[in-house]
């Protein structure tokens, strides 16, 4: 029998979940997978090999033991695969829906050489959901109550990730985020049809059980100063995540009817969510000719949530080719199957327009040497400009960090690109220039993925348990 799993690869291909048709996907803001039944994910989990050195585990930036928990499910025990599952991982049913897979375990599993990978994403989520369902909860009777305490700021992957390791350790986090629920970007970035929301109010009960106390609806620096918890906490975290929008830095930016992405996709989060402040607050696309300017996951979000939105067109402008787009090529086929018409090498010189914008001024680019990061530079075609007509441009240029004035007042070093310092090579681990302060997640490495902010988030944790000797 054993010798037949380990070839059950020759004889069950590779299988993702179903989708959901396309005409219904374009018109609701729900996941659009459907969940793996139990016997798509034994028959996945069976095709596992069992590699000795495990290469999807490596290139897992939190180290999931991921053949240890696909042969766990495939003999039936979702609970001990959940708790395995949970002991690298704070939020496993959420990366094994957003994680670029393509590019990190899946990419590196052993059968992806010509086999096609074991759907690891949609196990590690059918693992945690499956679990949750029947009544599961993670085991915290073992846990010994120290009398410290630490303040968190920003209930994204980064904080909860710190919070969940140090919850574990009996130090009591306390976290705070100036938004109505947690979660961050989860809940307010990512659409609902990617990663739906009632997944992170689940998470939520879950973490106050296990005794994380959430402060919503409050700012550090506004409604709590920085000085409050230094006096009052043995240590602070930040996960505070990049907030500066970038510019293309070309005519008509500021033109009615131009906007940054994350204001838009917010906006459609708290319509939805029902948390809209203001009726006025809502960037509407419907019966416009929108074209989104990017080519990461922001712009498959925009491109995506412009189609749920009734938009009369939606095309997508990128300056270099689809080889080389940084977002997960996932979530580009889905936006090209909903409806998304893909133009790329094309490079955004000026937006027009009178009074509003009327177009996209773009010039075809051919690919010429690698820059310092060895991706082909797109070089400018002369006399190849033309105008894309649109009545809304959506700019999904990327972040940049938004270092807070008063990190300067707490000698909380910033390096030139505005991300926090916390280096990860130290006696404590991402300890900021401030002792007592620590930070991890976008803040400090620039905006990246949910899990790698789950990473330093709980490897911070670990950083400040050594600082407190815990
Ligand atoms: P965030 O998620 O930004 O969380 C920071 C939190 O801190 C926020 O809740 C904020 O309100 C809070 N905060 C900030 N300042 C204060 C303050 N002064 N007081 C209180 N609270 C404060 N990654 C993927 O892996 N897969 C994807 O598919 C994907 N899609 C994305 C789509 C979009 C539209 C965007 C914008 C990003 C996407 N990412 C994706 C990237 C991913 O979401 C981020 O890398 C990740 O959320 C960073 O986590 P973080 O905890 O560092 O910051
Ligand atoms: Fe793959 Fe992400 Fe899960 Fe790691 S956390 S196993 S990279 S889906």
């Known amino acids: 029998d054993r010798l037949h799993n380990n070839f059950q690869f020759l004889d069950v291909g590779r299988q993702d979940p179903n989708k959901k048709a396309i005409e219904t996907r374009k ?124 303040a968190v700021i920003g209930a994204g992957p980064a904080g909860l990730g710190c919070a969940d390791v140090l919850v574990r350790n009996g130090v009591k986090p306390v976290v705070f985020d100036r938004y109505p629920e947690i979660g961050g970007l989860l809940t307010f970035g990512i659409p609902e049809f990617k990663l739906e929301k009632s997944v992170l109010v689940r998470r939520r009960e879950i973490f106050t059980e296990m005794g994380i106390e959430f402060r919503l609806n409050t700012e550090i620096g506004k409604d709590v100063s ?14 505070m995540g990049t907030y500066n929008y970038m510019k293309g830095g070309f005519p008509g930016e500021d033109l009615p009817g131009v906007y940054d992405a994350l204001p838009f996709l917010v906006s459609s989060v708290n319509r939805n969510l029902g948390f809209e402040k203001n009726p006025s607050d809502f960037i509407s696309v419907e019966g416009k000719k929108v074209v989104v300017l990017g080519g990461g996951d922001t712009a498959m979000d925009c491109n995506r949530t412009s189609i749920r939105q009734q938009a009369e067109s939606v095309s997508c402008a990128y300056r270099r080719d689809e080889d080389n787009m940084p977002g997960s090529k996932r979530e580009v086929a889905n936006a090209r199957e909903e409806g998304v018409e893909f133009l790329f090498n094309r490079q955004p010189i000026a937006i027009v327009g009178e009074d509003k914008v009327e177009g996209v001024k773009v010039v075809t680019t051919q690919l010429g040497e690698a820059d310092e990061n060895g991706r082909r530079r797109p070089e400018p075609i002369p ?88």
């Open 226 to 239: 920085m000085e409050e918890l230094l006096s009052e906490y043995d240590a602070v975290f930040m996960g």
């Open 27 to 150: 018109t609701e803001f729900v996941e659009i997978y459907q969940p793996f039944s139990e016997e798509q994910v034994a028959n996945q989990s069976h095709r596992c090999l069992e590699c000795g050195n495990p290469y999807c585990e490596w290139k897992c930036p939190v180290h999931n033991f991921i053949p240890n928990w696909l042969k766990l499910i495939s003999e039936g025990n979702i609970f001990e695969a959940a708790e395995l599952s949970h002991q690298t991982n704070t939020l496993p049913e959420v990366c094994g829906r957003v994680c670029p897979q393509d590019r990190l375990c899946e990419g590196a599993c052993t059968l992806n050489d010509g086999f096609g990978a074991v759907t690891i994403g949609n196990a590690e989520k059918y693992i945690t959901d499956t679990a949750f369902a029947m009544g599961w909860k993670p085991d915290m009777s073992s846990v010994v109550w120290t009398d410290k305490k630490v």
């Open 383 to 470: 006399g190849s400009e033309e105008i894309l007509p649109a009545d809304l441009v959506l700019i999904a240029f990327g972040f940049r960090p938004s270092p807070e004035a008063w990190f300067a007042d707490h000698s909380i070093n910033v390096n030139d690109w505005g991300g926090v310092e916390a280096p990860e090579q130290q006696a404590f681990k991402f300890q900021t220039s401030n002792p007592k302060v620590f930070a991890g997640g976008d803040m400090v490495r620039g905006s990246d993925l949910v899990v790698t902010a789950i990473w330093e988030g709980r490897e911070a944790a670990e950083g400040i348990l050594d600082y407190l000797e815990v």
